[in-house]
């Protein structure tokens, strides 16, 4: 019931910068949380940054360089990367999480994911 579509995403020399957007559509009641994870190959998941709380969070590799925002009234969130590493190089997921009504338990949406490659 909630869309999640991604744009940004692409091919970036060490050093430069890449922004990630991503816009919730659909029917819900509320979205509680906005975020970003990514997964390189053979690694897992991980939290990249999250806008959930009073202030963003963001994983230890990616402070001071990456930054988190949201505009709630376009259910939309953003990553802005910056000084990118080879190590950077994943799949970034947008996540969404959202409940379709009040009483109902929110549950966590996934975007399609987008290609994040940084030659070095």
């Known amino acids: 019931q909630v869309q999640l579509v991604e744009s940004g995403g692409g091919l970036v020399q060490a050093g430069g910068s890449l922004g990630l957007s991503c816009a919730a559509s659909?029917?819900?009641?509320?979205?509680?949380?906005m975020g970003w994870y990514r997964q390189a190959p053979g690694k897992q998941r991980e939290l990249v940054a999250a806008a959930s709380g009073g202030r963003p969070n963001y994983d230890d590799s990616v402070k001071g360089r990456f930054t988190i925002s949201r505009d709630n009234a376009k259910n939309t969130v953003y990553l802005q990367m910056n000084s990118l590493k080879p190590e950077d190089t994943a799949v970034y997921y947008c996540y969404a999480k959202a409940r379709s009504h009040y009483f109902t338990a929110a549950v966590n949406y996934w975007g399609q994911g987008t290609q994040v490659t940084v030659s070095s």
């Open positions: 659909g029917r819900f009641f509320s979205i509680d949380d």
